[in-house]
Nanobody
């Protein structure tokens, strides 16, 4: 399975960005899709995830109420709408696919996209 993330960029605090992740190579609905971010010098952390049908979503406490994850199974795409961005959201954002296991755990994700950089200036 291959994942392609896009949509990152340089924005100011309070602005919005929408990240997209497209999956190819396998049936899309087999996978839970998650977003993780990694800031310089820090470990990769869970941000959000969405279950196979799109009805179950998960968020890190730091992004609840600001970020919204959604998926379009017809387009093999997951989107992450990021509103009210803060400087601490600055990181490389990765999408990943999980076939099995707890959606919030990095170790349960087998396939990873290349990452897209989000920079939020204060």
């Amino acid at each position: 399975v291959q994942l392609q993330a896009s949509g990152g960029g340089l924005v100011q605090a309070g602005d919005s960005l929408r990240l997209s992740c497209v999956l190819s190579g396998e049936p899309f609905t087999m996978y839970t899709i998650g977003w993780f971010h990694q800031a310089p010098g820090k470990e990769r952390e869970f941000v959000s995830a969405i279950g196979r049908s799109g009805t179950t979503t998960y968020y890190a406490d730091s992004v609840k109420g600001r970020f919204t994850i959604s998926r379009d199974n017809a387009e093999n795409m997951v989107s992450l709408q990021m509103n009210s961005l803060k400087s601490e959201d600055t990181a490389v954002y990765y999408c990943a696919a999980s076939y099995y296991g707890v959606a919030t755990m990095l170790s349960n994700y087998d396939s990873w996209g290349q990452g897209t950089l989000v920079t939020v200036s204060s």
